[in-house]
C-alpha cells in the first residue's frame, strides 16, 4: 500500500505532515511516495491562491490560522517549529534539489536538513550560497546536487510532477493521494487513516 505525498517543503503544513507521517505508518502499514512539485506551479494551473493572499482583507481569517497552527503543534508537540522570516519563499531550486536527491539515493537525509533549515532553524534557503553551505555543513555533497538541480531533464521532471498532480486533482500541498481518493492539509490526515484503516 502507498500513499503519493503531494508536496513542497514552501509549506509549513507539509513538514506538519512529514513530522506525522512516521506515526502514521507505524499505525497503518502504509508506505509513502514522495511527489517534489512546486506549490506556485499548482497554484497557478489550478487557479487557486495561497491564504495569506487570498485572505488578505479577512484579518480574522488570517488570525484564526495563527491560532489552529498553534494548537496544532501543542497537539503534535511540534516544538522545534519556527516560522520562517523569509516565507513567501522561492522553493524551486530547493524542490529540484529534492528530486536530485531521490536521484543520488540521499532524499531522506536531504529532506531533514532542508525542512530542519527552513522550518526549524530560520534560514533563508533562497539564497543559494546559503542552500550550498547548508548541505555541505550537513555532509551533503551540494556540488552533485547543483549538477543535477541546473540539467533541463530535473527541470522538465519538476514540471511534470506539477502537471500530473493538478491534472489528478491537486490544487495545493499538502495533497494525498490513495486509490482513487484525495485528501487535502493537515487536517485531513485523520480522513485519510479512516479511509486506509476502512479497505482492511
Excluded at 523569509?86 to 522553493?91: D, G
Excluded at 532553524?121 to 555541505?136: F, G
Aim: net charge negative; aromatic share 12%.
Amino acid at each position: 500500500m502507498k500513499v503519493d505525498f503531494i508536496f513542497d517543503v514552501a509549506s509549513p503544513n507539509a513538514y506538519f505532515c512529514h513530522k506525522l507521517i512516521p506515526d502514521f505508518k507505524k499505525r497503518t502499514g502504509v508506505e509513502f511516495e514522495y511527489i517534489p512539485c512546486l506549490l506556485g506551479g499548482i497554484m497557478k494551473l489550478s487557479g487557486n491562491q495561497p491564504p495569506f493572499v487570498a485572505f488578505a482583507d479577512i484579518p480574522n481569517k488570517n488570525k484564526y490560522q495563527s491560532i489552529e497552527i498553534e494548537r496544532f503543534i501543542k497537539q503534535h508537540h511540534l516544538k522545534e517549529f519556527k516560522f520562517n522570516s523569509s516565507f513567501p519563499m522561492n522553493t524551486v531550486q530547493l524542490q529540484r534539489g529534492a528530486l536530485a536527491a531521490q536521484e543520488l539515493g540521499i532524499f531522506e537525509r536531504y529532506l531533514e536538513v532542508i525542512l530542519g533549515a527552513m522550518w526549524e532553524k530560520d534560514i533563508n534557503l533562497a539564497d543559494l550560497d546559503i542552500l550550498k553551505s547548508t548541505l555541505s555543513e550537513n555532509n551533503i555533497d551540494a556540488e552533485s546536487l547543483i549538477g543535477i538541480i541546473t540539467s533541463q531533464a530535473c527541470k522538465d521532471k519538476l514540471i511534470a510532477n506539477t502537471t500530473d498532480a493538478v491534472n489528478r486533482g491537486a490544487f495545493g500541498v499538502p495533497t494525498f493521494f490513495y486509490d482513487d481518493q484525495i485528501f487535502f492539509g493537515k487536517d485531513h490526515l485523520h480522513q485519510l487513516e479512516e479511509y486506509i484503516n476502512s479497505k482492511g
